[in-house]
Structures are given as structure tokens and as C-alpha cells.
């Protein structure tokens, strides 16, 4: 091929021409390791010990404030912090729950939350809100769904951790206004029971990272 230029050939092969332009300054193609990857997703993945964790819950009444515990029974959460999202699970043994006296429990057992025939208490993150620092100190807001008597609510439970090089621990304090979920109210004559209990989570265990969402 020629390139004609006032109707003379110059006689310039096509090979010189591309030869002269990959010498040339920003036109020669991008080494592949020189373009740009896609960054690996931040994801961090908390697993839970039972022996380390507990959910404490708190009930006030018109006559007195009840105090009381449940069993964790283990799970994980995976917190990507590139992205804000969440996954896993962490699992309660709702048979566990107890206040310290036989009658109240019997009755929370049998008429409230129903431990014979849903045998668990979950909450199942998908999002986070805030910064998750790779150590150190970390203040979230973690939302999810939470599954109690085998009915869904949604639900964004603060958090605060401490996160180490393979350890963790973190509390979580909210609300469950569980007459308003659809359990039934432990008031009687004598006794007017709130309509919402607080939990308080504390959790611990191993730290993975990273891993893929």
C-alpha cells in the first residue's frame, strides 16, 4: 500500500507506519499489567463464640423491672467495608431464655415466645452504615432482619466493636417492641408490663480477612 500526496507515490509501507507509532509517546498499547484491576472487596468476617457471647434483656413493669438472659448459640457476620454490605447469621437458643423465677419463664416459654415450637432467635445482617476500620475501634449501624417466634422484622441495630489482628468483641443495644411483632403481653391484674423489651447483645470470637463476598 502507498500513500498518495499530490499524486506522487511515496511508497511508505503500512508495517513502517505502525512501527514509528508504537515509538511514539502514548500511542503504544498498555502493557496488561499496567491497566488498572478492580479492587477486591474489604470484607472481614466475624465468627461467633458461644462460650465468649450472651444476650441480656431487660423488661420494666408497673411493679418491678425483670432482668434476664438467653444462650447464644454461635454464627458469623461478614462486613464488607468497601461496599456496606452484610451477610451471616447469629443464632439465639430460645429455649435458654430464663429471669431467675420458674412460674414467669414457664409462661414467656409457653404463651410468649413460643420455645418449644421456634426453637430459635436470629438476626440476619445485610448492610452496614458507617466506617469499618480494618482495627481497632469501630461505632456501626448494622441493618438486618430479625426473626423471632418465626416472624420477620426489619430492623438497624447500633454496634460498637473492637477488632484485633484474629479476635473480636462488640456489644449491641436496641429496642424490640414485641407487642407490636404480635407476642402476647405478660401484663395481668396485679402486674402492666411494657410493650417493648431492651437487648442488649455481647458477642465475641475469631477474626477472618479477608475473604470474598
Known amino acids: 500500500m502507498k500513500i498518495v500526496e499530490g499524486g506522487r507515490g511515496l511508497g511508505v509501507p503500512m508495517a513502517v507506519i505502525i512501527a514509528i507509532a508504537l515509538e511514539l509517546p502514548g500511542l503504544a498499547p498498555q502493557a496488561a499489567s499496567a491497566i488498572p484491576q478492580q479492587v477486591p472487596a474489604r470484607e472481614i468476617a466475624l465468627r461467633i463464640d458461644p462460650a465468649q457471647s450472651q444476650v441480656r434483656w431487660t423488661l420494666g413493669s408497673s411493679l418491678h423491672t425483670v432482668h434476664g438472659t438467653f444462650a447464644v448459640k454461635g454464627g458469623a457476620m461478614r462486613l464488607d467495608a468497601g461496599s456496606g454490605r452484610a451477610g451471616g447469621e447469629i443464632v439465639i437458643d430460645a429455649a435458654s431464655g430464663e429471669s431467675g423465677n420458674d412460674?414467669?419463664?414457664?409462661?414467656?416459654?409457653?404463651?410468649i415466645i413460643e420455645s418449644a415450637k421456634f426453637k430459635e432467635i436470629a438476626f440476619r445482617p445485610d448492610?452496614?452504615?458507617?466506617?469499618?476500620?480494618?482495627?481497632?475501634?469501630?461505632?456501626?449501624?448494622?441493618?438486618?432482619i430479625f426473626l423471632l417466634r418465626?416472624?420477620?422484622?426489619?430492623?438497624?441495630?447500633?454496634?460498637?466493636?473492637?477488632?484485633g489482628v484474629d479476635h473480636w468483641k462488640g456489644t449491641a443495644k436496641f429496642n424490640v417492641p414485641y407487642i407490636a411483632w404480635g407476642l402476647k403481653s405478660p401484663s395481668n391484674f396485679f402486674l402492666k408490663a411494657d410493650k417493648s423489651v431492651d437487648v442488649e447483645?455481647?458477642?465475641?470470637?475469631?477474626?477472618?480477612?479477608?475473604?470474598?463476598?
Do not use: F, W
Not at 448492610?127 to 438486618?144: C, D, F, L, P, Y
Not at 418465626?150 to 473492637?162: D, L, R
Open 103 to 111: 412460674g414467669r419463664d414457664k409462661k414467656m416459654h409457653r404463651e
Open 127 to 144: 448492610r452496614v452504615e458507617g466506617k469499618v476500620a480494618a482495627e481497632g475501634s469501630v461505632t456501626v449501624q448494622i441493618h438486618g
Open 150 to 163: 418465626g416472624a420477620e422484622h426489619e430492623i438497624t441495630v447500633p454496634v460498637q466493636a473492637e477488632l
Open 201 to 213: 447483645l455481647e458477642l465475641a470470637g475469631p477474626l477472618e480477612r479477608p475473604t470474598a463476598l
